[in-house]
Each structure stands twice: as C-alpha cells, then as structure tokens.
C-alpha cells in the first residue's frame, strides 16, 4: 500500500506547481534555520537599546525588537526551538503511539482494555486544554513542551495504530508466522510493524501541522522556553505590545508559523488524497446546467399526448458517444445508430450483456444522459415530439409526469431520510395540482395497487424489505398515472420469488393504466414474462428485434440463438408461449 | 433511544471519572512539592524556598492532606469536586468554582458566537466544493479551508487587531464591555475550526449526490431545490456531525488562546493568568471544567446523531 501511496504522492507533486514551491520555501526555512550561526555573526539574544525597534534595513533584514535584537537572527534561532520541539513530539508521540497501539491490538485482553480505558480518557480532553495544564503545572519550558505536546497527541496514534494491527494479525501470513512457532517479538517487529510503516507515516505527514500549531500556541502563552531565548509563538506575544509602531515584530514570525504549517497540511492534503482518492467530478451536477428557455414541452407534461397517435417513444439512429475530452473513453461511441419504438400501451423488453448500452438507452429516454456522454446523432421522440433539444427544465416537468423510471436498486433508489409516503406525495406535489385531500387518497390507492399495507406511509425505507421497497420505487413511479414506464433491470437485486411477483406487479398495471412499458434486462425468462416485443442489444447496436415468441423460438441473429440456447429452464418461455 | 441514551451516559459517567483520576494526577506529579509551591505563592513575594522551614513544609503537607495514602487524597478530593468544591484560588483566596462560573458565560457566549461565525464560512464552502468537484469554485474554496487550518489563531487575532482596530478602528480590540466586542474573537475562533467542517461537508455531499437515489429523484422529476436540500444536503449534513467532537475540542482549547489575544473575560483567560500566578488549583478547576463540557457537548451529539439519522434509530430499537 505504501508504495502505490508513495508513487501517486510523488506523481501529484510534479504536476503541482504550488506544492513544488511551498517544499522549496520549507527546504529553505529549515536549511536557514540550521545554518544560524553561519548566516549572521548577531546575536539572537544580544540588547542594544541604541536600536531599539528599527525598521527593516540593510543590516536587521527583518528590523530590530524593543530590546534592540535583530528580528531575522531571533527568527532563524526561535525557529530552532519551534520546529525542534515539533520534530521531538513528533518521533515522541509515533514511538508511544505505535508501541502502546500494536501491544493492545496484538494481545488484546485485560492489556488492550486498560489500554483502550486510558486512551478513551485521554481523548476526553479537548487536546490544547490538556496541554496547557500539563505544560503549565511542569512549569514551562523545553521539556515540559515535549511533554505537554506527546501526553495529548500519543493517544489517537494509539487507537488508530491498534485498529491497524487488530487488521493485520487477522491476516494469513501472521497466523501462519505464528503457527511456524516465530518469537512473539519477530511477529510483532518484523510482520505487523513493518506493514504499519505506510499508516504511520500517513498519520504523521497529517499531524505534524497541527503539532507545530500547537507549540507555537503554548509558547505564544508562556509555556515554552523562558524568555530571552527566542521562540516563534513567544516572540509573537512580545511584538504585540508594540504592533503599532513595529508591525514587523508580529507578522515575522507569524508568517513563519503560517508558511511552514500550511506546507505541512499542504503536503498531509496531498498524502491524504493519495490515500482515500479525491473524487473531482461532481457526479451529476444538475445545479450547472443552465436554465434555459423552456421548450414547449407542455402538451407532453400536461398528460393529454392520449390525443396523438405517436408512439410512445420513438428512437431513430441514434449515436450516444463519449465527447468529454478529460475521459479516457474520449471518442468512444456508446450506442451506435440505435433504432426503438415503443408504441402507446406496448411493452418492449431490452435485452442485452453488461456494458452493451442498454441503460445508457434508458437513460436517454428519461433525459438523463449526462456528460461525459452525449447525443451525437438521431432522432429522439417522446409522443410526437422532438425530445432531442430539451433542456433540463423541460425534462423536469416530463419526468415523472408522463414518463417514469423504475430503477435496478431498490436499496438505494429511495432517500434514506425520508418517509416513504413523503416520496411519493411529492410526485404528486411537485406535478399536479391536487388539493392535500385528493393527494392523500390518491397516495391510499397506489399503495393498495401495488399490494403495499398503509402503515409504510410512516416509515423510512430501510424499515422496508427489499420487494416492499421495490413496490414503493413502482408506487412513486405510476402515482402520476404517466403514459410511459421505463424499468431498467427493476429484478435483478430481488429473490426470485419476489422477481415474479414484482413483474406480475408491473404487468397487471401495465395492463390497467395502458403503460407503455420499456423493460430493460439481461435475463430472458423475466422479459419474456412482460414483453410483447423484444428488442436485443451488443456492443451498442442492435443486433435483432420482434415479437416475443417469434425471436425465442426462431431467432435469426446467432448472437440471439447462442442467448436462447443458454437461457436456463428453457420450458418457462414454453409455457409462456402456450 | 432511551436504553441507548442510558448506555452512553454510562459510559461518559465511566469517563468522567477517568478524567477525574488524570486532573488529579498531574497535579501530584509536576515538579517540586505542592506544599512548597502553595507557601512560594501564598507568603509575600520576595521570599525565597530557602526561607521556608521544614516546620512550615509539614504544617501545609499536613493540611492539604498530602501525608495521606494517594487514594484516600483522591477519594477526599473527589468528595469535594462533587459537591462543587473546586478548592480556593491561592491568589484571590475566593473558592475556584465561583470564580469560574462568573466567567463561563463570556465563554459560552463567546463559544456560540464562534460557532455561528463556523456554520456561515463551513455550510456554503462545504456546498459549492461539492457541487461544483474540481472546477474553480472547490479550488477557492479548497485553499480557504488549508488557510484557515494552517493560520495560528493568535496571529489572526493580532493581524485583525492590528486591521480593524488599530488601522481602521472600526471595532474594539480589547476586552467584552461593548457588545461588538465579541467580532473579532469570535472570528478568530470560528476561522480556525469551520476547515475540517467544510471539508467533511464537500465529501459528504459528493457522497450524497452519487447515491442511485440522487438519480432516482431526478427520474421523478424533483426541482432542482428539492434535489439539492431535501436529496443531496439532508443526509449529507448528518455525518457532518460527527466533526462535532473536533470543533468542540477546537472550540474549547482555542478558547484560552483567543481570551489572551484579545484579553476576553472568559474562563480560558483566567486560567492563563491563574499560570502566571503559579495558581494550581485553578488550572487544576479549569481543566477539570473543560473536559467535563467535552464529555458532555460529545453526549449530546452522539445522542442527536442517533436522533437524526433514522436509519440507526431503528437499529438500536431493533437491539434493545
């Protein structure tokens, strides 16, 4: 894992300008603050009240304090004792972290929950606050900071350390180690710690601004090394008497903590992306999309399309391609001159393999097709008219309205925090203009259609099993009685019990409102259960259409025959066709 | 719920106690002997611990009951803490708890003003970073958030003195007489922990907006408000809580450092100074206080959390 952490870290860096640059800055603060002696033969602690509070010049790069002592010079050593301490807490607080959370996850037991106790108390501080006591009541200074610092950042190390090792002594080549009758100590140093290096570095490279942040902090407050000996946080607080007339005297070593922590959390930014990836597109970003002017979409929104004899959906070679130059599927052609018609109270059923563009197809129909996929070529009718053009607020009113979906996951397709009879009150809410009476009996009919108790009206979805929801998903898709149901694989999470009786379900309403139902699937026993006409897609294109009975039992595409031949308990389409 | 509630408050009760043991602790671990540091403070100043007698050394051990097994000065100690005996300040010789809770309120109020300051940079950063993934507005908002965590808050506290009081004199720099006083602390505070907020806002609402139920609203036609407050930002606020714990952390130590910067008469100021004074008992009353806020804002949470969120709300009614 480190290493693919490492490559992708290094791999960010280079192509980041800005990380480039804060990394020379912190190469050179650290390397100035290193050289000290070596840069200016002035004293960081020397009083001269002949200079006392000079400005910037030639000699005091940085200016003089009210003692007369050069501000660049005490900058460089203050940043000695800053980032010393810092580096000091840091190997302090992995040493204690490691070694307590590695013993508590490996043995467990009595030791790991005195452990866990104690790291739960610890944790129980607010961390500052517990370092200023410590810092406080040993009485300031170096050590005391060290101290202060490793006593309240030790104990998460600990807890993510020890959950770490509890992973790792689960796996094979430990108990395999362990069987091999490899010392204790072998196991824990060379196995588990040697496998907890990346973490740990990971944690490190996320902390150390914070750690840094936190002793300037206590030396802003007195608790760090007693004056005259310099320290960043310290000489912050001494230059603010005299901000006024001296403004150096704080922004100095103000923008020296600032620099240094934010390259720290710049760079624990960038390690942390390398390690949990950084999603960068927004998935579907409807907000983005322009409004614009609406298309005259409302013969079709308002329901009355029952007057016109187009089909319900009308497809004419379409292409759907991927146009987004930032995707590695730049150019690729999703469908490739596709051709379907769904006729007004017909079901289609689309038959076709993973990836064979089935849904993308669906999609379309619902105007869901969203970058980096769009509509390159063809002919798009929804009841007569050109749907190819419109915008996403003329979908909105579409959809829902006179055409609805009926998703794949039941799981995942209602809102988690939402009553399920709110979910589908809006529907209706957001379409029609119903009175709050009408809207209520209207929601008590569509779940006795489709065969779902009241009580549900009440409830959250994960209170619902898995066919019940999927009950719930068709009740908000068909609440608006619309004119076209596309259902996109609406089995195939489902036992295969509840699968027959949901594509009853769908069958019976299809029957009873006139649906016109585009069902999408790769199993043929559940298409040829619904399906009047069957559409078959590969690779993007179809490849054979007909009716139903016709394409099982005499398909002319091989593709089709070698699908019919593999079709499991063949004997069902039989039947069906009786 | 209420099983649960009860639960968790035992656990946070098992807690409290721990914290109890650590106050106590370090207070009989630093440096030097209790005794001689209480005669150093309490006698005139000038003296030195030469001039102390073993004579006076023992009478004060015998007093503070330090010549008792460690327990027993434990259980002694606790008896008063939980009967709201703090101890007495060895400066004002006023007991510690009321001198602490004339000072809450400045901190509390200082605290929610923070807070708010928090929820107006977090909630809208944390929203635009979402929906707009990538492009310019999450970068600006990207670079906001590493700024306000990598920015010390005693230097963005003196930097906004030096700008609105000092050179614009727009607003008080110093102490809480005038109600606007409260403006720059609480942006010094709020500054610094409204990052992690942000952040966890961003992710989770990139998580939100991929869930098949973001489609599935879409599919049925919700409006764009509807989809971006009822769909993506409703559950995505939820675990937005559970940074809760970080902010009040934030909150509370931060809360001594601001109080200096800008000499606020809360009760992290007073314990600064009760250092300065050697004033152990009250750093002691302090921390104390601190960490029981801690534990219990971190009860409340945990408690609304499950409140909110009603997929572990049936979980534990389905436990108990």
Redesign the interface.
């Known amino acids: 894992m480190s290493d693919r952490v490492l490559r992708r870290f290094s791999g960010s860096l280079r192509r980041d300008p800005v990380g480039i640059l804060l990394l020379a800055i912190v190469i050179i603060i650290a390397a100035a603050v290193m050289a000290a002696p070596l840069i200016s033969s002035l004293s960081p602690v020397a009083t001269d009240f002949k200079q006392v509070l000079l400005p910037p010049n030639a000699v005091n790069w940085l200016g003089t304090d009210d003692f007369g002592r050069d501000v660049f010079i005490r900058l460089l050593y203050g940043g000695r004792t800053s980032l010393m301490v810092a580096a000091i807490a840091v190997v302090i607080v992995m040493s204690i972290g490691v070694t307590v959370g590695v013993v508590a996850g490996y043995f467990g037991g009595v030791v790991d929950l005195v452990v866990t106790?104690?790291i739960?108390?610890?944790l129980?501080?607010?961390?500052?606050?517990?370092?200023?006591?410590?810092a406080?009541?040993?009485?300031g200074g170096m050590v005391p900071l060290v101290i202060a610092i490793s006593v309240v950042a030790w104990p998460a190390y600990a807890r993510i350390i020890r959950g770490f090792t509890l992973q790792v002594s689960q796996e094979g080549y430990v108990s395999a180690a362990r069987c091999l009758g490899t010392p204790t100590w072998r196991i824990l140093t060379g196995h588990i710690a040697l496998n907890l290096i990346g973490p740990i570095l990971v944690l490190a490279m996320l902390d150390i601004?914070n750690l840094i942040?936190a002793v300037?902090?206590l030396s802003?407050?007195?608790?760090g090394v007693p004056p005259p000996a310099p320290e960043w946080?310290a000489m912050?607080?001494e230059g603010?008497g005299s901000?006024?007339i001296a403004?150096w005297l704080?922004l100095a070593p103000?923008l020296a903590?600032?620099v240094v922590?934010?390259a720290?959390?710049?760079f624990g930014?960038i390690v942390r992306d390398s390690v949990e990836g950084r999603?960068?597109?927004?998935?579907?970003?409807?907000?983005?999309l322009p409004s614009r002017k609406r298309y005259k979409s409302v013969a079709v929104a308002s329901g009355n399309s029952a007057a016109s004899p187009a089909s319900a959906l009308d497809l004419q070679g379409l292409c759907i391609e991927v146009t987004d130059r930032r995707s590695p599927f730049f150019g690729k052609r999703i469908l490739n001159d596709v051709s379907l018609n769904v006729g007004r109270g017909e079901s289609v059923g689309l038959i076709g393999e993973s990836g064979s563009g089935k849904s993308t197809l669906a999609a379309l129909a619902?105007g869901?097709t969203r970058p980096p996929l769009a509509l390159t070529a063809g002919r798009a009718r929804l009841f007569g008219q050109d749907a190819a053009q419109w915008s996403w607020d003329d979908?909105?009113?579409?959809?829902?309205?006179t055409v609805?979906?009926v998703?794949?996951?039941p799981l995942?397709?209602?809102?988690?925090?939402?009553r399920v009879g709110d979910q589908i009150r809006?529907?209706m809410l957001?379409?029609l203009d119903m009175p709050r009476a009408a809207v209520e009996d209207r929601l008590r009919e569509v779940l006795d259609e489709v065969h779902l108790p009241e009580r549900v009206i009440r409830q959250?979805p994960?209170?619902l099993s898995g066919g019940m929801r999927q009950r719930a998903?068709i009740a908000?898709?068909i609440v608006n009685k619309p004119a076209l149901l596309i259902a996109d694989e609406p089995t195939t999470a489902l036992d295969v019990s509840t699968q027959i009786r949901i594509l009853d379900l769908l069958r019976d309403l299809q029957d009873r409102y006139g649906l016109a139902l585009l069902f999408v699937s790769h199993d043929l026993r559940v298409v040829a259960r619904v399906a009047d006409r069957v559409v078959i897609m590969r690779s993007g294109e179809v490849v054979e259409s007909g009716p139903t009975a016709k394409v099982f039992t005499a398909a002319t595409h091989p593709y089709t025959r070698e699908l019919v031949t593999a079709m499991p308990g063949r004997r069902l389409q039989t039947v069906k066709a009786a | 719920m209420l099983a649960y509630a009860l639960r968790r408050a035992f656990a946070g009760l098992s807690v409290l106690l721990g914290i109890t043991v650590v106050v106590f602790l370090i207070l009989r671990f630093i440096p030097g002997d209790p005794a001689t540091a209480v005669l150093l403070t309490m006698v005139e100043p000038g003296l030195d611990s030469a001039q102390i007698t073993q004579r006076d050394i023992a009478d004060v051990r015998d007093q503070m009951g330090l010549n008792d097994p460690l327990p027993q000065q434990y259980a002694t100690w606790l008896g008063r803490v939980l009967t709201g005996n703090l101890g007495t300040s060895l400066r004002s010789r006023q007991p510690i708890a009321d001198e602490l809770a004339t000072r809450i309120p400045a901190t509390l109020k200082l605290g929610g003003a923070a807070l708010l300051v928090m929820f107006l940079i977090a909630i809208p950063s944390g929203i635009l970073g979402g929906l707009y993934a990538g492009r310019s507005t999450d970068h600006v908002s990207r670079v906001l958030s590493l700024v306000g965590e990598s920015m010390p808050s005693f230097f963005l506290g003196v930097l906004l003195i030096y700008l609105f009081a000092i050179k614009l004199g727009w607003l008080p720099a110093m102490g809480g007489r005038r109600p606007e006083s409260i403006i720059l602390p609480a942006i010094t505070l709020g500054v610094g922990i409204a990052a992690a907020t942000s952040r966890l806002l961003r992710a989770s609402l990139l998580d939100t907006l991929s869930q098949p139920y973001m489609l599935m609203a879409e599919a049925k036609g919700m409006k764009r408000s509807t989809l971006l407050f009822r769909y993506a930002l409703r559950p995505a606020l939820i675990p937005v809580l559970t940074s809760a714990s970080l902010v009040a952390g934030g909150l509370l130590g931060g809360a001594a450092v601001v109080e200096t910067v800008f000499a606020w008469p809360g009760v992290g100021r007073y314990m600064i100074e009760a250092i300065s004074g050697r004033d152990y008992p009250v750093i002691q009353g302090f921390t104390l206080l601190m960490a029981m806020l801690f534990v219990i804002i971190n009860f409340v949470v945990d408690i609304l959390y499950r409140f909110l969120d009603p997929r572990v709300r049936v979980e534990e009614r389905g436990n108990v």
């Open positions: 106790k104690v739960d108390v610890l129980a501080f607010p961390r500052l606050v517990l370092a200023i006591a410590v406080a009541l040993m009485g601004g942040l300037s902090a802003f407050l007195g608790l946080g912050l607080n603010r901000m006024e403004p704080v103000g903590i600032f922590v934010l720290a959390n710049y930014d999603p960068v597109h927004g998935p579907r970003n409807w907000l983005r619902l869901l979908w909105q009113q579409v959809r829902g309205r609805s979906l998703n794949q996951d995942s397709a209602l809102n988690p925090v939402l809006e529907v957001t379409h959250f994960h209170e998903v908000m898709a």
